[in-house]
């Protein structure tokens, strides 16, 4: 059984970094993707990033491309959030389930196992 378990969440200032982990027990290819996203009061669950087990392709919303970085270690999944904004405050999840990164990011219903989430907040 597929468990998700986020670290890494944190308070920093604008133009800050912060590195988001997700230990992955139980993933396999099988799953398809794993992906960040993520939500903050009032808004919708939006996809941030998402890697493609199968294939290690990766895939990023336009907001953050340029700044985030996904990636895999075995069984853990990293975000790397490189110049921070206010506006990327927001609880992260890790998510993962069979689906495409394509199309899941649209459709985080896709990903059937989800983690906790870990606040992220950038304020001066």
């Known amino acids: 059984q597929l468990q998700l378990v986020e670290s890494g969440g944190g308070s920093v200032q604008p133009g800050g970094s912060l590195r988001l982990s997700c230990a992955a027990s139980g993933l396999t290819w099988e799953h398809g993707a794993i992906a960040w996203f993520r939500q903050s009061p009032g808004k919708e669950r939006e996809g941030v990033s998402c890697l493609s087990i199968r294939g290690d392709t990766t895939t990023y919303a336009d907001s953050v491309k340029g700044r985030f970085t996904i990636s895999r270690d075995k069984h853990t999944v990293f975000l790397r959030m490189n110049s921070l904004k206010p506006e990327d405050t927001a609880v992260y999840y890790c998510?993962?389930?069979?689906?495409?990164?394509?199309?899941?990011?649209?459709?985080?219903?896709?990903?059937?196992?989800w983690g906790q989430g870990t606040q992220v907040t950038v304020s001066s």
């Open positions: 998510a993962a389930g069979p689906t495409e990164c394509w199309y899941g990011m649209s459709y985080p219903d896709d990903f059937g196992s």
